[in-house]
């Protein structure tokens, strides 16, 4: 349950990674910089976790203003919690290294109100550690940083609706607020939100087939909320150019076999969770191993 809880909610972290302005005007070379961010965030959408942290340690050394290298770092230790090792030291880490994404986030977004990068990383930080406090039954930052999270999206509904970013924020929102059951409708009609389901998949599938990188995390929300809707046929397109184009995560490819495993494509499945086991996993050793079970 948590790894498809997570699946859903990372999205708003992977939105932040076709954001390229430059804030501030640095001593050092900003298209070395850029291209050193891409290269980290390669490697951790191929789950190459070390390497990863390796580069992103580097540049916020050479950019302690940019807070796009604190969030990529502070989401290994989420990643780690939520899909392998559930661990205190998990989640302590990730508390840790949030509350200084945050920091650097929220000082970024006073000097540019109106930017959208800074308002989804702000939403999405908040939200995972409400995540993660909750299952450390820290429940009063828990609550806290839900509310602070939910004040953000606000913010982020009011952007342009154009930005692919934007996009992908506001089609998560609208088709939670759709899928709040008709007896708790008057709780979103009460603080002033409407929203259904139809608009949500339209924005995201808007966002999917546009030419900036986050189509990519468009691409794994639509294929979470088809899994979700009992539709994989068509959730069965996205993952599969998602794991074409990122060959080494292995939570692509265990989320791949699934959806094939429920497509009743059984050969294609096993084949699958066979390529899963083969995988290098010193972090999500967790998958591994369910897809050992899934195969007996």
Known sequence: MKCTISIFLMIFMGSVSGAHASFYTPSYDTTNYENELEKGIEAFYQTDWDRAETIFDKLQQKNPKDS???????????????????????????????????????????????????????????????????????????????????KYTRQLLMLDADDPRALIGKGMFYYMVGSVPNGLKWVTNMIGFSGDTE???????????????????????????????????????????????????????FNLAEILE??????????????????????????????????Q
């Open 262 to 295: 429920k497509c009743g494509y059984s050969q294609k499945a096993r084949k699958r969770y066979q390529k899963v086991m083969s995988m290098n996993a010193i972090h999500l050793e967790s998958l591994r191993q369910e897809s050992h079970r899934r195969l």
């Open 68 to 150: 796009r290298a604190y969030f990529f770092s502070s989401m290994i230790p989420f990643w780690t919690y939520y899909f392998g090792d559930t661990s205190e030291q998990a989640a302590n880490l990730f508390l840790k290294r949030s509350e200084q994404a945050i920091r650097v986030s929220r000082n970024q977004l006073k000097q540019h109100p109106r930017d959208t990068t800074m308002v989804l990383m702000l939403s999405g930080l908040y939200g995972y550690r409400s995540l993660v406090a909750a299952s450390q039954e820290e429940y009063r930052t828990a609550i806290e940083s839900g509310m602070t999270g939910f």
């Open 199 to 253: 608009a949500g998949f339209s924005a995201l599938k808007k966002a999917a087939t546009s030419d900036s990188y986050v189509s990519n995390d468009a691409k794994m929300i639509l294929a979470y909320l088809y899994k979700k809707e009992e539709q994989p046929q068509k959730a069965l397109p996205y993952l599969e150019k998602l794991v074409s184009k990122y060959p080494k995560n292995i939570i692509f490819q």
